[in-house]
């Protein structure tokens, strides 16, 4: 039975000088959230892969809905064409938020901030308080050296085996799309599997 996903949550880089690769993945992944009728909720930032994502969306006549704090607001640096823009005090309130709004995680390529907001979300997982569905997006190749982090971790038994599942990787748009309908909620019975 597929998951009933009306929202997905996309972390993304907000840099521009990277790879055209990324770029057309972001805008492939738009197109297929708006066509299954997804909305997309990210962090409305108007540059770098994150706008993209949300062009294409609302391109397919999608829906976006963006959260970001006042200070980046203040500065600018939001889309200014999103379907809904909701501002909230910290980031910590839109990493939460936008988690709270979303029935399935996708990660895209990004830096320190994009890296920050998947491990946490993973975190959360694995403690039980997030249960949907968390896909890597892995683009040329690009979290591999994450993945190996990952798997070492759970070598050497600072994760448990069961905590390998927490997440799903996929090499394009359309396989991270089936998987987020397809890859099991998660067991919050697994949460005693959270410390060793």
Same mark, same amino acid.
């Given at each position: =039975?597929?998951?009933? %996903?009306?929202?997905?949550?996309?972390?993304?880089?907000?840099?521009?000088?990277?790879?055209?690769?990324?770029?057309?993945?972001? !805008?492939?992944?738009?197109?297929?959230?708006?066509?299954?009728? %997804?909305?997309?909720?990210?962090?409305?930032?108007?540059?770098?892969? =994150?706008?993209?994502?949300?062009?294409?969306?609302?391109? @397919?006549?999608?829906?976006?809905?963006?959260?970001?704090? @006042?200070?980046?607001?203040?500065?600018?640096? @939001?889309?200014?064409?999103?379907? !809904?823009?909701?501002?909230?005090?910290?980031?910590?309130?839109?990493?939460?938020? =936008?988690?709270?709004?979303? @029935?399935?995680?996708?990660?895209?390529?990004?830096?320190?901030?994009?890296?920050? !907001? &998947?491990?946490?979300?993973?975190?959360?997982?694995? &403690?039980?308080?997030?249960?949907?569905?968390?896909?890597?997006?892995?683009?040329?190749?690009?979290?591999?050296?994450?993945?190996? =982090?990952?798997?070492?971790?759970?070598?050497?038994?600072?994760?448990?085996?069961?905590?390998?599942?927490?997440?799903?990787?996929?090499?394009?748009?359309?396989?991270?799309?089936?998987?987020?309908?397809?890859?099991?909620?998660?067991?919050?019975?697994?949460?005693?599997?959270?410390?060793?």
């Amino acid at each position: =039975m597929k998951n009933k %996903i009306d929202s997905v949550c996309v972390y993304s880089a907000s840099s521009t000088k990277i790879d055209p690769i990324y770029f057309e993945t972001a !805008e492939n992944l738009g197109k297929l959230l708006a066509e299954n009728q %997804i909305r997309l909720i990210n962090g409305a930032g108007r540059i770098g892969l =994150m706008r993209t994502v949300a062009d294409a969306v609302l391109q @397919h006549n999608g829906r976006v809905t963006g959260v970001i704090p @006042h200070f980046m607001v203040e500065q600018q640096w @939001h889309h200014e064409a999103l379907t !809904e823009l909701i501002q909230v005090d910290s980031m910590h309130e839109r990493k939460q938020l =936008m988690a709270d709004l979303s @029935h399935a995680v996708i990660a895209l390529p990004g830096g320190c901030g994009t890296l920050e !907001e &998947l491990l946490e979300i993973i975190t959360w997982k694995q &403690l039980g308080l997030y249960l949907n569905p968390i896909v890597i997006l892995n683009t040329k190749g690009f979290f591999d050296p994450l993945l190996e =982090m990952l798997e070492k971790a759970i070598q050497e038994n600072f994760m448990r085996q069961q905590h390998g599942t927490i997440w799903t990787v996929a090499s394009t748009p359309q396989e991270a799309i089936d998987q987020i309908y397809n890859t099991p909620l998660w067991d919050v019975s697994i949460r005693k599997f959270a410390a060793i």
